[in-house]
C-alpha cells in the first residue's frame, strides 16, 4: 500500500514515504504512528518537551517510537512552558481538573498556541528531512476545549507551511484523525495493534493514570464507547467509571 499522499502532490523534492510523526506518547499519536507505520512509511518521530507537568509521556513517546523503529527527535522548548503561567499543564500551582472534557473547567488544560508550536517544529524537521508528509493527530473530540485542533486551524496551517517554504522541498500536513472520534481512534489504534498500553494520557504526573483527570476520563469513555478492552493501569479503579 502506498501512502496516501502520493496522489495528488508534484514531485518537489521531498520523499512521499517519510513522515514526520508529532508524537506526544498519547493514545492518539501512538495510534498515528501505527497509521502510517501501516502505510509502509518511514517514521520520524518528533516529541516536544514544553515543559509538561506529565513528563511520563515524554518516557512513552520515546518507547513507541522505538517500537516502530523510527527515528526519534525531542525537542526541548522546556523554556517555552516556564513563561506560560495558568495552564494547569505547565504551571504547577494551577490544579489539573478532574471531570469530562466537555466541561468549561478543562479550559484550564489549555497551552497558548501548543498545536501550532507542535506542528512547526514538526514542519521544521519535515523540511529537514525532506519528508513529504508531517502528521498531526488531533480528532474531532479536541474541537470544543481546543481551538487549535479544528479543522479551520489544519486548512490555516496547510496554508501557513505551504506559504512560509516557498521553493523549498515542503510537506504535506496532513490530520487523518481530523473528523474522528476517540472511539474511534480506540478501534483504530487497536485493530493495527498499537502499544496503547504503553502510551501515556494522565495530565496529572504521577506513575499510573489517575482515572479522573479529563484527558484519563476521555481515554476510559473511548475505549469503553469503542467496546475495545481497555488495557490501562488506573489508580482509580476502572470498574466504577461509567459514561456519561
Ligand atoms: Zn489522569
Not at 508524537?23 to 514544553?50: I, K, R, W
Not at 480506540?186 to 483527570?213: M, N
Amino acid at each position: 500500500m502506498e501512502p496516501s499522499t502520493n496522489n495528488t502532490k508534484p514531485n518537489d523534492g521531498t520523499d512521499p514515504f517519510t513522515t514526520v510523526v508529532v508524537l506526544s506518547g498519547g493514545m492518539d499519536s501512538t495510534t498515528l504512528m501505527a497509521h502510517y507505520a501501516a502505510l509502509g512509511c518511514d517514521l520520524v518521530a518528533v516529541t516536544v518537551d514544553y515543559g509538561q507537568r506529565h513528563r511520563k509521556e515524554i518516557d512513552a513517546a520515546r518507547w513507541i517510537a522505538d517500537h516502530y523503529g523510527a527515528t526519534h527527535h525531542v525537542v526541548d522548548l522546556s523554556g517555552l512552558g516556564a513563561v506560560l503561567g495558568g495552564s494547569a499543564l505547565t504551571d504547577d500551582s494551577v490544579a489539573v481538573p478532574d471531570g469530562h472534557y466537555a466541561e468549561q473547567s478543562m479550559r484550564a488544560t489549555v497551552v497558548p498556541n501548543r498545536n501550532a508550536v507542535l506542528a512547526n517544529v514538526a514542519v521544521s524537521v519535515g523540511v529537514a528531512h525532506r519528508a513529504g508528509v508531517v502528521a498531526l493527530g488531533m480528532h474531532a473530540g479536541d474541537h470544543f476545549i481546543y481551538p487549535d485542533c479544528r479543522p479551520e486551524f489544519h486548512e490555516a496551517l496547510r496554508q501557513l507551511v505551504k506559504v512560509a517554504n516557498e521553493g523549498f522541498p515542503t510537506p504535506s500536513v496532513e490530520a487523518p484523525f481530523i473528523t474522528w472520534s476517540k472511539a474511534d481512534i480506540a478501534r483504530h489504534g487497536s485493530r493495527l495493534g498499537a502499544p496503547l498500553a504503553d502510551s501515556w494520557s494522565c495530565y496529572k504526573g504521577g506513575d499510573r493514570h489517575c482515572g479522573t483527570c479529563g484527558t484519563c476520563y476521555e481515554r476510559r469513555e473511548a475505549f469503553q464507547v469503542a467496546g475495545v478492552v481497555d488495557p490501562t493501569d488506573y489508580l482509580d479503579d476502572v470498574t466504577r467509571f461509567a459514561a456519561p
